[in-house]
């Protein structure tokens, strides 16, 4: 049976690989991997303590400054998404108005005022 000092090593591990699905952009993956991570620590904290202080104390630190590279780079990600919307949002505008431009300026063009009867 895996001891916790093995378990605290394997949701290190666990958060090194949802921090490169953050960074590939993959989030589906990345929740997938914090949810198995976060049932890993809940199982971890059910064990008996069979670990010294010391060791246990370095393994939350690790798992800590983890935790805050995951949210830095769920922040960035975050942030991406925010600008490329906001620029699609843009965009959809800028469209939107030259289509209107270009039916009323081809529009105005249809007359029949250079045909005499």
Not at 22 to 43: F, M, N, P, S, Y
Not at 83 to 104: C, F, N, P, V
């Amino acid at each position: 049976m895996p001891t916790k000092l093995d378990l605290l090593d394997k949701a290190l591990d666990m958060s090194e690989v949802e921090l490169e699905y953050l960074v590939d952009g993959d989030v589906d993956k990345a929740e997938q991997a914090a949810t198995e991570r976060g049932d890993l620590i809940r199982r971890i904290l059910s064990m008996s303590d069979d670990m010294s202080q010391d060791q246990l104390l370095d393994k939350l630190t690790q798992l800590r400054n983890m935790q805050s590279r995951l949210t830095a780079e769920a922040r960035k990600l975050h942030d991406q998404l925010r600008i490329d919307l906001t620029r699609a949002k843009q965009e959809s505008k800028r469209h939107s108005s030259y289509g209107k431009r270009t039916a009323k300026s081809s529009m105005s063009g249809i007359g029949f005022s250079g045909w005499r009867a």
